[in-house]
């Protein structure tokens, strides 16, 4: 599937260039420069000891994401959320999605009590930011739990991870579905879907929302189709950059 | 396709008793308490003519939603998000959840430089808080739009409403699909998808959720389908009620 | 004392139509819908064992009140103040009346180490919603404390309450005393005055404002008079209220 | 009406040491340093031209008062609520109380489309800091005209002032009404009672609150009677502090 | 060196009217109004037992400061922070400063886990608000620990203080280095630099910051000759104040 | 001068390794990665035509700055100042001190009604954040200025630099003066400053702190020639990535 009408002549079908850099940070217990294209996102991982106090002494784990801007990582400056006092829905909504989608992959009574937190920000946006967000995190979030088992903070034979996990947009651009859209065709989309996948295929999240026209069941199914085509190429793509050594950190 | 497991006697494809009161209050343009079983919602529509500041002048309209719960609408009592100072995550994501959808319905440029804000303030919650909304909305929406008309604030032949729009929540409940799920099923649910579609049979959002284990094509595709049932039930009430003469307000 | 000046009809001394709804909620230990005139505030009282931690170990419970308004309560709309992040002054100050009046007919040590909080939402807003909601919140009140007492939190033979409570507003209009307000008539009045009376007849809270030009101690009589023969009324009804068959909660 | 109860000797229809300074600061229109006993107030009054948005373009003018406790006016500290990021419902409620007050012998017509701040700032508290405020603040208030005048802001001969306005505090404490009440039989009164008078004697203000038992109608008239006494001593002493010849503002 | 040219007739190494007020406050263990000319700084040292919770049970006390400007300290009104709802970065970088400064003299050992807060509110502000606060609190925070000691909240032979601490202002204004800027100076200054040294003459900060043209390393050194020359002056008048007998405290 | 003792080898007088990397971002007027050895601050500057409302008109132009440190950029991960809902003192300090830094080069006239926001974003901490952000946040003003001058915004004769400025931390640590200190390092400093110079060796900003002992005015000397040698060196490497060709924006 072929087609010269995207702007910057991918195929529909077709991820823009994807990078996965482990260990970008010397502090984080795993870290990822994760990039979809233009839009790169650094993602942190910190694992602690404990757990959020409506948790404490039930015997497992959290996994939770904050996801944030840069102020400049858009076309014109945003404000700060900080200066503003309160973070905005978007915001929210996207952290809680990262959050989420992490949690359905990992076992939290093989974590023990520890929370892992995922620092998600985005240094420049191009669309796609929340995907590459859940795409990243993985990796960061395979890393730190090696790293805690490595440092005995979890049992070696503890398996917290039940699957891997990946995400990508899909959309209906001039009237043909298409994979991956970057800031100009989401911004003129008809249809945009977030799909969150694990790597065996099953889905985690499916977000679809019409931003003109109400879209149908057959279009539906289309980008169901490429979603699951993206999410084989990431999981691809993840699974090589956590084979492939690792930067060493400087501590 | 009817089914003794569920905990209400209700058939799997069986919505709860729906009310749709119109005017319920006063000094609103168009309101409407709807009822989801115990889930109870108070829609308050307002008119104001005048846009926000980043659409003034462009001829176009806004309609806008905020939807909160009341503190004890609640099994326990929540605190209050104006004393917490600061709006949560979820409050936030479902007031752009149905603004959203109520925009896909609506011609902004017929609507001429006039917003409308839909209160949705949920007065008992049991499940389906969101989907209540939607539904009873687009009622309260209608109202205020022929309010708008008689008193002359839109020009008579204006169409701003293209369509009708309703919600309903459907789920994978002890491994069975299940339609308009309460507190108790959503709960133990284990996939939970919010469906929003057109009187006309059009996706508007899919919001679809893997509580546990993930879900697989089949299963999505089963609960589309319910989903499709219950918005054709919901828009033939929405109709009943639109249709039925409604309480006087006392101005 | 009959008077044809009133925009409604009434006479001077004269209530609205006072309706008083008990458990209006399923959830609430205790609630009630009341209605003066137009003025619809939903009461929601919530029991909870423990108390603020300034008052643990001392063996007294705690009753509290949070009062806020619907954003279109009003002819026109207001912002809401959790969007705004702050509270107002105009609710707080209504908060703590409320939650004072409450207290002074409760025995906190025979209510233990308890807590009750009486959210008090305005629904719609005519004129009176603190008294509205201080006459209500005393029968939603009595509710939670025989739940409690039925369900064992309190002992058997607990007395919490040393008293019945309720409020009304007074004023001078157009030259001339009445008894509770409604919004017109507040919005033009010379004088305003709250007050808040025990079953018995004594003051609790006497709160009264010149509007306009400062009044004097025969006018100041004059209203204290309206407001007992109003209180005597209220306490009327909150006595029946509370002898007839309550609508049964769904739990 | 002399009793030896009082912990510090005062007659029950006695004030406590009154000091009225004006001009204690050099920018500020007008100030005042008030002390009731060891309770001192700064208050500052600010002169400027417009008005708040809200009253643009109609010809009237605005008073209004912010009230605030220095962190450490109390016998133990409070944390500042600037601090803690929201103002308190008794500081708001208080600032409300001062505002009202000093509009009701203001005519804001006169007053022209300017705006007077009084700022009431708290430096030491010994009960009565709400009725120390409003008297110092009409002394403040005064100045702050004449100053406005002298420098030609608002026109010669007008009279924005109507009246005079003082406050006082009266209580019932073991069981016998004073006047002007220190913290401690603050602490312990059975009634608390905030009167706002004129100078002519007309009521303003009137907010009593039963701290423990109910009081009652004769109660209320005894309490009544010390305030109008009180005020009427106030109201000497603001007239003497304004004959009397201020300190020298240093510009 | 003497020197016609500054506006108040002041030589380049005098300092404004210093005076030390102790006690000017009956609650807080130590109080000190501190005036350099017009700037009036209000310090109240609140003593208490405990320590913040990051340094529970490390044996060491804690000392901090907060400085805050009353609205109408200066020649416009500000608005208050508490009602803006956030701090301003001026305000907590001067707060810094001075809990800072007066660590520098403080062995907190000594302290016990106790706590002193001095509270620094800038009831007339015209130049050097933050060198006077230290200066001031330097005094008060001597009388604190003199009545913790006397009250046995630290033992007898404990030596918490190492030294005195006092700041100064100095800058260039018209080219020419001076001492102790008003407000006129200070707004019009070429280098502005605060000074904060000990008693014995130990530098503890210092802060220069070029407002015009950058400064030079002679310069510099001007300041610095001027600063230690103030700093002394300074130093002598704390200890003439800390001799002399204080007002009582009525408590 | 070379010293075995600090503990990354570097002699007493000698940077740590320093990387700008220009257009580190596409969308950003100009941007830099800045790093001082494990220090990273990505700054991206924004212009913007106008100013703040409280220049307008004055036909003057304006250079801010906000830093911010990301969660995890420190050893352990700290809360998001937008999650606290407010931004810590130590956060405006620094933003602070970088706006009035830059402002020193600046000639506002020049610019014209335009406003240049530096964000300075620190990825990872240790040690030198702010200096390194001054250091990095000229090189993306230089590069804003001249894409400013390439797009017309600003005249092509237009001057708006009247000189470089480079920032560096000096600090006595084991009783050593040492430059340029790291996280190890300046948290054992007995003295702890920061210098900003211009490239023509003017001071800027003199910040110095005794953290342990106070300083006495040798060391005082010692440090400030270190940092001018270290503001040397900066200065050079400056120039050399200015005059280095820098990756394209792709846009």
Redesign the interface.
Known sequence: MTDATRHDGRANDQLRDIKITRNW????EG?VLVEFG?TRV?V???F?EGVPRWLKGKGTGWVTA?Y?M????????SD??????????????I??LIG?SLR?IIDTKALGENTI?L?C?V??A?GGTRTASITGAYVALVDTIEDARARGLIPKNAQPLTGSIAAISVGVVNGTPVLDLDYPEDSTAETD?NVV??G???????????EG?????DE?NAL?DLAAKGIGDLTRMQTEALEAPARER?R
Chains 1, 2, 3, 4, 5, 6 share one sequence.
Request: glycine residues 8%.
């Open positions: 940070l010397d502090h984080a870290s233009k650094l942190a991982a910190s602690t904050e944030e840069l102020p400049r990582s858009t076309n014109t400056r700060r959320e900080s200066r503003k006092g309160r973070v905005g829905g978007r915001t929210h909504e952290s809680r989420r359905a937190v620092d920000d240094l420049q191009d879907m996948m694990t065996a295929g099953g889905f985690v999240e499916v977000q679809g929302t019409a026209a109400p879209f149908d069941r539906l169901l400087q």
